[in-house]
């Protein structure tokens, strides 16, 4: 146990865990979410502690990282790697080995069983507990330590699971079954957890409908956008630039579709593509981009600075967010706030998110793609109706600190009803 001071009841300052088993902090939705909300239920007063697996986050001052070590089996340079012996410390790792040897995705389980681990030592360090989508067996325990739990889901993995299995082929489809199996265990868990968050009605109407979450228990809580790095810039954007940003190897980010829209625009045209995002080494995302011959037309970029991002999105002619679906979309959202034209897809959350400050293309149409860029980009005037139109959404409807205090309101929620018992935490 901590020596943390015991505060006083009613309206006092929150002592927030938050649970987050991977956190990448430029190109990854969950650690971008954490980085900000964290910061935000801080500067409102309330102690805050951010438990992780790798990749970690990039916190601002305020909230505290308690980092919980996975054997990291994913990292970038060296995927599906296998751990020296002398790595293994417990079961867990063991577990989380044989998962991955398995073909299973191992993260979400194993993280939770190192996090219940933790909280067990400090259970009267915290008035609740914040899932940042991990939705595994060990959240149940953590319940069942007596810290209420609010859970943020930005879209069920099941659509991730149904676009993937559909453009599988053979035996790519079996393995993809196994990776994805952890989507029963979160729609299980999520039944349970009591409040569930997202940022969007169309995600609720996904997590209903994938999840079967009790209606009453979802509630929408729009994401925001930092306005101090997100913004427009006195810079002169760079002429035929299109910015994207995005997981370049995950299918339902679209990014083939914008690799070919762009082979037909830069065969008519002068145009250069940044991805931010990396590509496996010899992977699908790779090897198209080779079959295209886009050469140095298009680069992808990874590693870079929150500030280099916000000076990149600022400094594009145009940005694009060319996924087959979207439970939110911070990027669009910072493209929209950097003034930067936006093109991106028709479908989940993206036309909600936007309204009428982007162009809505057919997810993964490349000719309609290709034809919008092309049009914009013979359309200064198009361009600044857009921009305008983005810049005033953004201060319509998009804040961290509104985000932060109507998080902290589902907080007080889930205390207040683990108060009055396990009927109340779940009605």
Same mark, same amino acid.
């Given at each position: 146990?901590?020596?943390? !001071?015991?505060?006083?009841?009613?309206?006092?300052?929150?002592? *927030?865990?938050?649970?987050?088993?991977?956190?990448?902090?430029?190109?990854?939705?969950?650690?971008?979410?954490?980085?900000?909300?964290?910061?935000?239920?801080?500067?409102?007063?309330?102690?805050?502690?951010?438990?992780?697996?790798?990749?970690?986050?990039?916190?601002?001052?305020? $909230?505290?990282?308690? =980092?919980? !070590?996975?054997?990291?089996?994913?990292?970038?340079?060296?995927?599906?790697?296998?751990?020296?012996?002398?790595?293994?410390?417990?079961?867990?790792?063991?577990?989380?080995?044989?998962?991955?040897?398995?073909?299973?995705?191992?993260?979400?389980?194993?993280?939770?069983?190192? &996090?219940?681990?933790?909280?067990?030592?400090?259970?009267?360090?915290?008035?609740?507990?914040?899932?940042?989508?991990?939705?595994?067996?060990?959240?149940?325990?953590?319940?069942?330590?007596?810290?209420?739990?609010?859970? /943020?889901?930005?879209?069920?993995? /099941?659509?991730?699971?149904?676009?993937?299995?559909?453009?599988?082929?053979?035996?790519?489809?079996?393995?993809?079954?196994?990776?994805?199996? @952890?989507?029963?265990?979160?729609?299980? *868990?999520?039944? +349970?957890?009591?409040?569930?968050?997202?940022?969007?009605e169309s995600s609720r109407d996904d997590i209903l409908r994938d999840f079967k979450v009790p209606q009453e228990n979802v509630k929408v809580?729009?994401?925001?956008?930092? =306005?101090?790095?997100?913004?427009?810039?006195?810079? =002169?954007?760079?002429?035929?630039?299109?910015?994207?940003?995005?997981?370049?190897? /995950?299918?339902?980010?679209?990014? $083939?579709?914008?690799?070919?829209? @762009?082979?037909?625009?830069? =065969?008519?045209?002068?145009?250069?593509?940044?991805?931010?995002? +990396?590509?496996? !080494?010899?992977?699908?995302?790779? +090897?198209?981009?080779?079959?295209?011959?886009?050469?140095?037309?298009?680069?992808?970029?990874?590693?870079?600075?929150?500030? %280099?991002?916000?000076?990149?999105?600022?400094?594009?002619?145009?940005?694009? *967010?060319?996924?087959?679906?979207?439970? @939110?979309?911070?990027?669009?959202? %910072?493209?929209? #706030?950097?003034?930067?034209?936006?093109?991106?897809?028709?479908?989940? #959350?993206?036309?909600?998110?936007?309204?009428?400050?982007?162009?809505?293309?057919?997810?993964?149409? &490349?000719?309609?793609?290709?034809?919008?860029?092309?049009?914009?980009?013979?359309?200064?005037?198009?361009?600044?109706?857009?921009?305008?139109?983005?810049?005033?959404?953004?201060?319509?409807?998009?804040?961290? /600190?509104?985000?932060?205090?109507?998080?902290? %309101?589902?907080?007080?929620?889930?205390? &207040?009803?683990?108060?009055?018992?396990? #009927?109340?935490?779940?009605?």
């Amino acid at each position: 146990m901590s020596d943390l !001071p015991v505060p006083p009841p009613d309206d006092r300052p929150l002592r *927030v865990a938050m649970l987050s088993y991977r956190s990448k902090p430029h190109c990854g939705g969950q650690g971008i979410y954490l980085r900000h909300v964290s910061r935000e239920v801080a500067a409102l007063g309330h102690h805050v502690e951010v438990y992780s697996g790798q990749p970690y986050p990039e916190l601002e001052p305020g $909230p505290l990282l308690r =980092t919980l !070590p996975s054997l990291d089996l994913y990292r970038d340079e060296d995927p599906f790697r296998t751990p020296h012996p002398r790595e293994i410390r417990d079961w867990i790792d063991l577990l989380e080995v044989a998962m991955m040897w398995t073909a299973a995705f191992p993260e979400p389980l194993t993280f939770s069983l190192r &996090a219940v681990r933790a909280l067990r030592e400090r259970v009267d360090d915290f008035d609740v507990v914040h899932d940042n989508q991990v939705l595994a067996y060990g959240n149940l325990s953590i319940g069942e330590l007596g810290l209420p739990m609010v859970t /943020s889901i930005h879209h069920p993995i /099941s659509v991730d699971r149904r676009i993937e299995l559909a453009e599988a082929r053979r035996f790519a489809k079996i393995t993809k079954r196994r990776w994805y199996s @952890f989507v029963r265990m979160q729609a299980k *868990v999520a039944r +349970k957890v009591g409040i569930v968050m997202t940022g969007s009605e169309s995600s609720r109407d996904d997590i209903l409908r994938d999840f079967k979450v009790p209606q009453e228990n979802v509630k929408v809580i729009p994401l925001g956008v930092d =306005t101090r790095l997100f913004r427009p810039r006195q810079l =002169t954007r760079v002429k035929g630039s299109i910015v994207a940003v995005a997981s370049a190897d /995950s299918p339902v980010k679209g990014v $083939p579709t914008l690799l070919r829209a @762009f082979a037909k625009l830069a =065969t008519e045209r002068d145009a250069t593509l940044t991805i931010v995002g +990396k590509p496996a !080494p010899g992977g699908p995302t790779e +090897k198209l981009a080779g079959e295209l011959s886009l050469g140095e037309k298009v680069r992808f970029v990874t590693g870079i600075s929150d500030q %280099e991002l916000a000076e990149l999105v600022a400094s594009s002619e145009i940005a694009v *967010v060319p996924s087959l679906y979207e439970g @939110f979309s911070l990027p669009a959202v %910072e493209h929209m #706030a950097s003034g930067t034209p936006l093109i991106a897809s028709r479908t989940g #959350a993206l036309p909600e998110v936007t309204g009428d400050a982007a162009v809505l293309v057919t997810p993964g149409d &490349a000719e309609e793609l290709a034809a919008a860029i092309a049009r914009l980009q013979d359309s200064p005037r198009e361009r600044a109706q857009l921009s305008d139109k983005a810049l005033v959404r953004i201060q319509e409807r998009f804040a961290w /600190s509104a985000v932060a205090r109507a998080t902290v %309101e589902q907080y007080r929620i889930a205390i &207040a009803q683990a108060a009055k018992g396990p #009927a109340s935490a779940h009605s």
